[in-house]
Antibody, heavy 116, light 111 residues
Framework: EVQVVESGGGLVKPGGSLRLSCAASGFTFSNAWMSWVRQVSGKGLEWVGRIKRKIDGETTDYAAPVKGRFTISRDDSTNTLYLQMNSLKTEDTAVYYC???????WGQGTLVTVSS | DVLLTQSPLSLPVTLGQPASISCRSSQSLVFRDGNTYLSWFQQRPGQSPRRLIYKVSNRDSGVPDRFSGSGSGTDFTLKISRVEAEDVGVYYCMQATHWRTFGQGTMVEIK
C-alpha cells in the first residue's frame, strides 16, 4: 500500500524558516521524481517545485514565487523528501502536499501558517 | 508561463445527468516526445487531490468509467457521463509539459 505522510508544518513568523518532511512508502521512492504542491485555504492548487531522481542528477526546479527561498532535497536511504522554506512570507500560508511528480500519489498535507 | 483556463468555474448538476468541464491552455501542451501531459484531478471536500486522468485520456486505476478525458493541443475536456453524489468536489486540470500549472478549479455540486 502506498503511503505519503507529510510533517513539520506549524506557525512561524514572517522572515522565519521551516522544514517540511515527507515519508514515502509502497513505491520505489528512489526511482520517483517528487513534487511539492500547496493550497491556500479555499483556493486552488499551486505547484511549488520538483526534484528529479538521483540518476537524473537530483535536479531541482521551482515556481517563481518561491525560487531562491525554498529548497527541495531528498534522502533515498530513508525514502524521505524535504522542503526547506526560508524567508517565509504571509502569502506562503497554505497546506503543503507532497506528491510524486506524476501526481498519482499524494499525502494528506501539512499546514504552514506564517503570521506575526 | 502556461495559463490553464477552466470553464465553468461552478457547475451545478442533476444526479444522473452528464457534466462537462473545459480546460484551455495558452500554449500547445504537446511535448517534444509527442506526449501531451494534461491531467485531471478530483478534490473532494476535506480530502487531498486525486488524479483521475493522465495524458489527456488515460483513466487511473479505480476511477469509474463514467469519467473520461479528451482533447488535443490547447483544448481539453473532462466528462462525467452520469453524475453521482460522490462526484461532488472541485476538479482541476494540470499541465506538465511546460513546468507544471494547475487550472483554477471547477466546483461540481448537486442541484
Amino acid at each position: 500500500e502506498v503511503q505519503v505522510v507529510e510533517s513539520g508544518g506549524g506557525l512561524v513568523k514572517p522572515g522565519g524558516s521551516l522544514r517540511l518532511s515527507c515519508a514515502a512508502s509502497g513505491f520505489t521512492f528512489s526511482n520517483a521524481w517528487m513534487s511539492w504542491v500547496r493550497q491556500v485555504s479555499g483556493k486552488g492548487l499551486e505547484w511549488v517545485g520538483r526534484i528529479k531522481r538521483k540518476i537524473d542528477g537530483e535536479t531541482t526546479d521551482y515556481a517563481a514565487p518561491v525560487k531562491g527561498r525554498f529548497t527541495i532535497s531528498r534522502d533515498d536511504s530513508t525514502n524521505t523528501l524535504y522542503l526547506q522554506m526560508n524567508s517565509l512570507k504571509t502569502e506562503d500560508t497554505a497546506v503543503y502536499y507532497c506528491t510524486t511528480d506524476e501526481f498519482n500519489y499524494w499525502g494528506q498535507g501539512t499546514l504552514v501558517t506564517v503570521s506575526s | 508561463d502556461v495559463l490553464l483556463t477552466q470553464s465553468p468555474l461552478s457547475l451545478p448538476v442533476t444526479l444522473g445527468q452528464p457534466a462537462s468541464i473545459s480546460c484551455r491552455s495558452s500554449q500547445s501542451l504537446v511535448f517534444r516526445d509527442g506526449n501531451t501531459y494534461l491531467s485531471w484531478f478530483q478534490q473532494r471536500p476535506g480530502q487531498s487531490p486525486r488524479r483521475l486522468i493522465y495524458k489527456v485520456s488515460n483513466r487511473d486505476s479505480g476511477v469509474p468509467d463514467r469519467f473520461s478525458g479528451s482533447g488535443s493541443g490547447t483544448d481539453f475536456t473532462l466528462k462525467i457521463s452520469r453524475v453521482e453524489a460522490e462526484d461532488v468536489g472541485v476538479y482541476y486540470c494540470m499541465q506538465a509539459t511546460h513546468w507544471r500549472t494547475f487550472g483554477q478549479g471547477t466546483m461540481v455540486e448537486i442541484k
